[in-house]
T-cell receptor, first 115, second 110 residues
């Protein structure tokens, strides 16, 4: 089945620790995205990548880092510099980045809690 | 940046009722999507509709880009329609960045 997978589903972390969230897609999409959702809010863009080995900061990139070494994978690291990391994290992909009329599809999300 | 406002923020319906959800945006768009977020957090794509009208079963959507709004219609609502409905837009030059509204929480009572 084609789709986007995220792991783990739930993640607990102690303050001061870095943690990496996984996102994989087998849709052969060029572009991938990371969003953050806080309770009662819409989604906000953290980072996006339009092509392998390239990525750009979104609206709330501080305290996060990403890599895009493979087309299928776009892992997100939440560093200890992120002041309020507890949130729901959603990964998305689309066929092409930077082009108009470009529908995005979302994975099931990872719920991160900092203890 | 572009602003997205959804209304009403909360909606309670009796099963079988119809409803209209609204999305207003502050600038021109080349992408508009409606999503349903289920109780587990999954975002389900409902419509990709930068302009025009589409229908899918009991749901339909209309976007009037020149007047900067989109409407999502739900007919004969069912309890499984409950959840949060998001509108998200991308304006030209945004490099595929979607801006989301805050969502509309729908509760359908049996």
């Amino acid at each position: 089945d084609g789709g986007i997978t995220q792991s783990p589903k739930y993640l607990f972390r102690k303050e001061g620790q870095n943690v990496t969230l996984s996102c994989e897609q087998n849709l052969n999409h060029d572009a991938m995205y990371w969003y953050r959702q806080d309770p009662g809010q819409g989604l906000r863009l953290i980072y996006y990548s339009q092509i392998v080995n390239d990525f750009q900061k979104g609206d709330i990139a501080e305290g996060y880092s990403v890599s895009r070494e493979k087309k299928e994978s776009f892992p997100l690291t939440v560093t200890s510099a992120q002041k309020n990391p507890t949130a729901f994290y959603l990964c998305a992909s689309s066929i092409e980045g930077g082009r108009p009329y470009n529908e995005q599809f979302f994975g099931p999300g990872t719920r991160l809690t900092v203890l | 940046g572009i602003q997205v406002e959804q209304s009403p923020p909360d909606l309670i319906l009796q099963e079988g009722a119809n409803s209209t959800l609204r999305c207003n945006f502050s600038d021109s768009v080349n992408n508009l999507q409606w999503f349903h977020q289920n109780p587990w957090g999954q975002l389900i794509n409902l419509f990709y509709i930068p302009s025009g009208t589409k229908q899918n079963g009991r749901l339909s959507a209309t976007t009037v880009a020149t007047e900067r709004y989109s409407l999502l219609y739900i007919s004969s609502s069912q309890t499984t329609d409950s959840g949060v409905y998001f509108c998200a837009v991308e304006n030209p030059g945004a490099n595929s960045k979607l801006t989301f509204g805050k969502g509309i929480t729908l509760s359908v009572r049996p």
